[in-house]
């Protein structure tokens, strides 16, 4: 009979969450015990020191859920995480760590975790997170939220500067410092006034911007700054 099999109860009768806890400090790894221990719902079926090991009692043991620190002396919980699944594919890795940039939070995700707890929110959060992971549903902290919303927000400043920098790209350095006046919605006259040049000549560039860009007004040539249009 197989480990997956084994896990097989009678019909209507509840099953205990069954959880792998893996990080290199026995005191944590102690401490996390403790406080799945006051779920009744909740069985700690192993513990690990490293990413190797957790990927050893996964394929082992066929948890629910593999609660998995990031920063591990050997392998490390990112590294584990695609190990973990591989080997057995029934299983869920929720992230526990005190790291909390949003790039350990997009490197784990990406390694396939389904949730992401920092530390600080582990007694709060902590067990309500492994019954989301454990149904297929994603688990962040709220911090880790805040993260994620950020990165993502800089990446589309990110695509949005690019797609600025294409579009400008036929122009002189001059042009460019016009255009993008223009975009700020400045006049001829404030152009004029902030570049420290004639209005004819400001004309002149616009004209020019316009005609190399292809755009027909203010309005389109603004779009362009952009990358809107």
């Known amino acids: 009979m197989t480990a997956e099999r084994d896990r097989s109860i009678e019909p209507g009768v509840p099953r205990s969450l069954r959880v792998v806890i893996v990080d ?22 192993g513990e690990a020191r490293d ?11 066929s948890p629910d859920v593999v609660l998995m620190d990031i920063r591990m002396p050997g392998t490390d919980g990112v590294a584990a995480t695609p190990e973990v699944l591989a080997r057995c594919p029934s299983t869920r890795v929720l992230v526990l760590t005190t790291l909390d940039s949003d790039a350990h939070v997009l490197r784990a ?13 582990a007694p709060v959060r902590l067990i309500p997170s492994l019954r989301e992971v454990a149904r297929g549903e994603h688990a962040l902290s709220p911090g880790v939220t805040s ?3 950020a990165a993502a927000t800089r990446a589309d400043r990110r695509d949005q500067q690019a797609a600025t920098d294409r579009a400008l790209e036929p122009l002189t350095a001059r042009e460019r410092e016009v255009a993008l006046a223009v975009g700020r919605g400045r006049s001829n006259a ?25 755009v027909d007004n203010r309005v389109q040539l603004a779009l362009e700054v952009h990358g809107l249009r």
Do not use: C, Q
């Open 24 to 45: 290199d400090d026995p005191l944590v790894r102690s401490g996390l015990r403790l406080i799945l221990g006051a779920a009744p719902d909740v069985d700690v079926v």
């Open 51 to 61: 990413g190797s090991e957790a990927a050893e009692l996964a394929e082992r043991l």
């Open 109 to 121: 995700l990406g390694a396939g975790a389904t949730g992401f707890l920092l530390k600080g929110d």
């Open 147 to 149: 993260l994620l919303v």
């Open 190 to 214: 404030e152009i004029a006034a902030e570049l420290h040049l004639s209005l004819p000549t400001v004309k002149a560039h616009v004209s020019r911007v316009m005609d190399k860009l292809g």
